[in-house]
């Protein structure tokens, strides 16, 4: 039986209240247009919207307040799972062999991409006991699984 990945279960959680946010994307004129129609307002409206900071991404500026909590619990969230695994064992090994198939450690056999998606740095890492046993074990089961994709 596959064990649930702890990281991945967490991301979903917030990803699902990420897309239930009032967020709107768009690339051309017409999806702008829907987007706004989506929002309750005009494409005129463009005082009352603001960029979220992800490409073509909005919200109305009555949300910033709203996203901007949601995005700090989802920090705090991710900080408190760190914590709370005292081992490196749990969550921390599951965000690490979350992110280094993520960012294809496999072909580039490089963390940095891995690091960068987690916020961390090897100074972290190093300064950590529980962080850098958590990458341990991610990298030894990382390659374990590499090793049988070979075979």
Known sequence: MKNINQYEKLKEKHSKEFNKFPIKFAFSESQFKEAMKDLGLTEKDTDKITGIGIGGGFIRKSDVQAFNEMNKRHRQE????????????????????????????????????????LGLTIDNINNDERLKYGLELALNRYRENEEEEEL
């Not at 198939?101 to 891995?114: K, L, R, S, V």
């Open 78 to 117: 991710e900080k408190d799972a760190i914590k709370n695994d005292l081992t490196g064992e749990g969550y921390i090994k599951d965000m690490f062999e979350y992110e280094l198939a993520n960012h294809e450690c496999g072909y580039t056999n490089n963390i940095d991409d891995t690091l960068i998606a």
